[in-house]
């Protein structure tokens, strides 16, 4: 079974630090992905990449950056975490064509204070 | 633009109740489509997903979902609901044949009563 592992299950931060939230995933997914879920919005994409060093924005990608240096492993960076980033954050991957869906996270809830 | 619209927020059923959730899919184009469930304080699993053939799919756990194209839905189904059924749904849809996103629903959450 692919997994997709997220380095923390929960992080509290403050205002205006910087947040690094990790995903690696152990099956050579070509595409991972970057979501929050909130209360009665569902997932919201936030930023995707289809391959190493390659980064496509989401819908709502503002105040957010991602790097991946390796196949395996996608971040996403907070540059200056703020109270409305408060979510849960899940990382998601999947396999090169658009056949199979997605195998996420356990997900990374983040309180800003 | 593609989305998908799920009908309702929360339902509240009772055990051997029969379910269905809604969902609708805008898109002109050829789609995949998946229904994911997310059990309390558990990650969002797979529950059955429609790519091609057959409309009726069937999933995980005794649910299924019936494509009708001519309406846009893929409604979610299951003849008898039980307690453990308590979760999250979600629905989603994937432009075909591209590395498209997965585009979801804003999610019904099942309540069943014991």
């Known amino acids: 079974d692919v997994k997709v592992t997220q380095s923390s299950r929960y992080l509290v931060k403050r205002t205006g630090e910087k947040v690094f939230l990790e995903c690696v995933q152990d099956?050579?997914?070509?595409?991972m992905f970057w979501y929050r879920q909130d209360p009665g919005l569902g997932l919201r994409l936030i930023y995707f990449?289809?391959?190493?060093?390659?980064?496509e924005k989401g819908d709502i990608p503002e105040g957010y950056s991602v790097s991946r240096e390796k196949k395996e492993r996608f971040s996403l960076i907070l540059e200056s975490a703020s109270t409305n980033q408060t979510s849960m954050y899940l990382c998601?991957?999947?396999?090169?064509?658009?056949?199979?869906?997605?195998?996420f996270g356990s997900g990374t809830r983040l309180t800003v204070v | 633009a593609q989305s998908v619209s799920q009908h309702n927020h929360h339902v509240i059923l009772s055990e051997a109740a029969s379910l269905e959730l809604g969902c609708n899919y805008s898109?002109?184009?050829?789609?995949?489509l998946f229904w994911y469930v997310q059990y309390p304080g558990q990650h969002l699993q797979l529950l059955l997903k429609?790519?091609?053939?057959?409309?009726l799919v069937k999933g995980i756990k005794g649910f299924e979902a019936e494509f009708i194209k001519s309406k846009f839905s893929f409604n979610l189904r299951k003849p008898s609901v039980q307690w453990s059924d308590t979760a999250e749904y979600f629905c989603?849809?994937?432009?075909?044949?591209?590395?498209?996103?997965?585009?979801f629903g804003k999610g019904t959450k099942l309540s069943v009563k014991p």
């Open positions: 989603a849809s994937q432009r075909k044949g591209s590395q498209g996103n997965l585009i």
């Open positions: 998601a991957s999947s396999q090169g064509t658009a056949n199979y869906g997605y195998t």
């Open positions: 429609y790519f091609s053939g057959d409309p």
């Open positions: 990449s289809y391959d190493v060093k390659m980064k």
């Open positions: 099956m050579d997914h070509e595409n």
């Open positions: 898109y002109g184009g050829t789609v995949n």
